[in-house]
């Protein structure tokens, strides 16, 4: 028999209020997170806990995962980063590195994984997403998530479980970096959030729409008729056809602001787009957005 599970992160804002899930069934599932943290702490986090939570167990493993990030780095990366003295390639030290030790311990030869598209209607990974979306939620809001009924036998106390994996939560996180390790400038960060926003998994989903907009958004479509947030986020939803980003520029306008200035061109034309990006924490949203047909 084996065991077929799901595990899934989430940050609002990345980094940001965090969460991490894993979901077998209605039975058998878990989240928790921290109040502030990045995706990959997420993803990798969620297998770590499902891995502790069925060590107890003779059955085989099957681990869905749509991060090829936490997936590479346990079944690919590990051996030359402990080689090396959990460093990479390069010399610098390994992101995440106390999660990488932990799931390092914690793995074992019957578990395997498979990488899935995420939001795209597989029903474990939806079902994990979901979980660790409210987790992150209610570190935003500063409450506890329910932790889950877990695996009973496990042997693992729920608060022995949290107070655990709170250890691997840095008090001061820094932006996420990329597969490469290289951490994100400002601008770099601001850009792909913008270029997020055209794409299919973004616009199908709301709840990851309204966590890129500031609760102040407002803005004029190429319809030129102003939007509020709320407007936005029933409105938008993938485009009918392919469309590209073409960056212009990125001005810093305050230490805490930034615009963005481009070009989407799609089968029906180019339109101009501009828009502004505030801080607020460790976090990027956008403010307002203007998009202008191109002449």
């Known amino acids: 028999m084996t065991i077929i599970a799901a595990a899934d992160g989430s940050a609002l804002g990345n980094p940001g209020p965090a969460g991490w899930a894993w979901y077998v069934d209605e039975e058998h599932w878990?989240?928790?997170g921290w109040a502030h943290g990045t995706n990959n702490m997420g993803e990798l986090t969620g297998v770590l806990d499902l891995l502790q939570q069925t060590a107890h167990l003779d059955e085989d493993l099957l681990i869905y995962c749509d991060s090829r990030y936490a997936i590479d780095s346990i079944t690919k990366w590990m051996p030359g980063w402990k080689r090396k003295?959990?460093?990479k390639a390069d010399g610098k030290p390994v992101m995440n590195v106390e999660i990488m030790k932990a799931l390092d311990?914690?793995?074992?030869p019957n578990v395997r994984f498979e990488w899935v598209k995420g939001h795209a209607g597989h029903e474990l990974n939806e079902a994990a997403d979901k979980l660790a979306n409210a987790a992150a939620a209610s570190w935003k809001l500063g409450v506890a998530p329910d932790p889950g009924p877990g695996y009973s036998g496990t042997g693992v106390a729920e608060v022995a479980r949290g107070e655990a994996h709170a250890a691997y939560a840095p008090t001061v996180v820094a932006p996420e970096p990329d597969l490469f390790g290289e951490v994100l400038t400002d601008e770099e960060e601001v850009v792909a959030l913008e270029r997020s926003l055209l794409t299919d998994e973004v616009r199908r989903d709301p709840a990851a729409v309204a966590r890129l907009l500031d609760p102040s958004w407002s803005g004029i479509p190429a319809s030129g008729v102003l939007w509020s947030r709320a407007d936005a986020i029933e409105a938008i939803a993938p485009y009918d056809s392919e469309v590209s980003f073409d960056l212009t520029r990125v001005e810093r306008l305050a230490p805490g602001a930034l615009l963005v200035l481009g070009r989407i061109i799609g089968d029906d034309g180019a339109?101009?787009?501009s828009s502004l990006w505030?801080?607020?924490?460790h976090t990027w949203a956008q403010r307002f957005h203007q998009s202008t047909p191109e002449a």
């Open 271 to 273: 339109v101009l787009t």
């Open 30 to 32: 878990a989240c928790g």
């Open 105 to 108: 311990a914690a793995m074992r």
């Open 278 to 281: 505030i801080r607020a924490g």
């Open 85 to 87: 003295g959990w460093k």
